[in-house]
């Protein structure tokens, strides 16, 4: 009879906050959760949740991170777990960033099976991802459109050997402060 594996997820505390307990719970057997040293509260509802976990579930400090430190964490952790557990054990990332895909295909292909568990993105995200992709749309239209426009200015070719025409061009310009 097969028995289904189990499976560990892995995540920060920002990630945890925005995911709906009943889905965690229902696809993750053991869960890690890296938390920065400077993160001074955990919300009660949350702290509620997690108990219901009992020993499945893992706080992991870290001291002195910034930004996304934090998925270097995510990363050692699996690495330190994959030598020590059993094959047949899951491993989930619970996080929308494409940054993981690489490491997931690479735990994939050393005979484990991995995954990135996205979560829903809150409105927030949608609205700030939707403006960044504008702001990227017109700055890549704008700079095509200005190597379009622009044509080479044959004042400002020159034979880049030759260092006695950037010489004179520049003794030119500067004659005002020729010596006296």
Same mark, same amino acid.
């Given at each position: ?20 307990? *009943?889905? +965690?719970?229902?696809?993750? !057997? ?6 920065? =040293? @400077?993160?001074? =509260?955990?919300?009660?509802? #949350? ?22 430190? +934090? ?5 050692? #952790? ?8 059993? +094959? ?8 929308? $960033?494409?940054?993981? !895909?690489?490491?997931? %295909?690479?735990?994939? $292909? ?7 568990? $996205?979560?829903?993105?809150?409105? *927030?995200? @949608? @609205?700030?991802?939707?403006? $960044? ?14 190597? +379009? ?5 044959? =004042? %400002? #070719? ?5 260092? %006695? =025409? ?6 030119? !310009? ?7």
């Amino acid at each position: 009879m097969n028995t289904p594996n189990q499976r560990y997820v892995f995540t920060n505390f920002e990630n945890l906050k925005k995911v709906k307990f *009943k889905k +965690l719970e229902k696809i993750a !057997d053991k869960l890690f959760i890296i938390i920065g =040293s @400077k993160e001074e =509260s955990i919300p009660s509802q #949350l702290v509620f949740q997690m108990q219901k976990l009992g020993k499945n579930v893992k706080w992991v400090k870290v001291e002195n991170i910034r930004g996304g430190d +934090l998925n270097y964490c995510i990363a050692f #952790l699996m690495g330190k777990l994959h030598q020590k557990i059993n +094959l047949d054990v899951e491993f989930g990332v619970l996080s929308n $960033k494409r940054s993981f !895909d690489s490491l997931i %295909n690479f735990i994939n $292909k050393s005979g484990r099976y991995c995954l990135r568990i $996205k979560r829903k993105r809150t409105k *927030k995200e @949608k @609205k700030r991802s939707k403006r $960044k992709k504008r702001t990227e749309e017109s700055a890549f239209n704008s700079n095509k459109e200005d190597m +379009l426009l622009k044509e080479p200015n044959p =004042s %400002n #070719l020159r034979d880049p050997f030759d260092n %006695n =025409s950037r010489i004179e061009k520049t003794a030119r !310009d500067h004659s005002a402060f020729k010596p006296v």
